[in-house]
């Protein structure tokens, strides 16, 4: 895949931002890890490949459209990924949506695991962090020590979390959880930030993050969940727009245009 030049232009910018970082001794100075990846492993874990390629592209790259001119239509770049309970799919489809968003050439993601309570975007991904996203909302490690950079998915970045935290609803009310939003926004404003959280009804960690965070979007299970407990994760998130809901598990067969 070629790299697109303008990406290689914003590359640049970022570097002499981050030296100059150095420079100044700011605890943020350095470059996120760079991983590869094994594509048969991410195929087996139904992970889209590089530009969303591929018979299952298709209807995560319809969620992105839709996703992103709602965002564009209420000036967000922050979306939260919910579920109402474990099981429905939402880590799957928060890692899909982020590489469907990043096949778009003008876009660029950072997939965040803010599922505290079960991390398991690394996992999917077939890959151990040193450093995680609850390293550094603990403030124990900088933001540079969790970034992961996929070299297969050139517009996208990963921020894992390594490990269970008890302490998670707290961890992401606090203002460090709004530092983290900041600090990213600094090194670059137009990123998309999508967050993997908790299911809704199962824990209080999405309502702790949803004031972080400038919108929502709702994974289902055909089957498993009840219109009650959808109902029940829209009243709980009232005061945050949600951009719209995604059924996984379907039974339904659906036809192929191509």
Known sequence: MNADPKLGRRDRALVVVRDADVRRGAPTAGYPQVLDL??????????????????????????????????????????AIVGNEPGTGKTLTAINLAIAVCADPDRRALLVD???????????????PTAGVDDYLRQERPLNDALVQLTAYERLLVLPARERCVESSELL?????????????????????????????????????????????IVVGEGRTQRRDLVRTLELLRDLPVVGTVLNQTREVVDSYY
């Open 173 to 217: 009310a606090w203002a460090r959880a709004q530092e983290l939003i900041r600090e990213i926004r600094q090194r670059d404003s137009e990123r998309i930030l999508i967050f993997d959280l908790p299911p809704a009804l199962k824990t209080d960690d999405a309502l702790a993050f949803s004031r972080h965070v400038e919108a929502a979007l």
């Open 114 to 128: 803010l599922d505290l309570h079960k991390p398991a975007i690394h996992r999917r991904l077939g890959f151990e």
């Open 38 to 79: 094994n594509p048969f492993a991410l195929e087996r874990e139904r992970i889209l490949p590089p530009g969303a390629a591929g018979p299952h592209g298709a209807p995560y790259k319809m969620l992105r459209t839709q996703v992103l001119r709602r965002l564009d239509k209420l000036k967000a770049r922050s979306l």
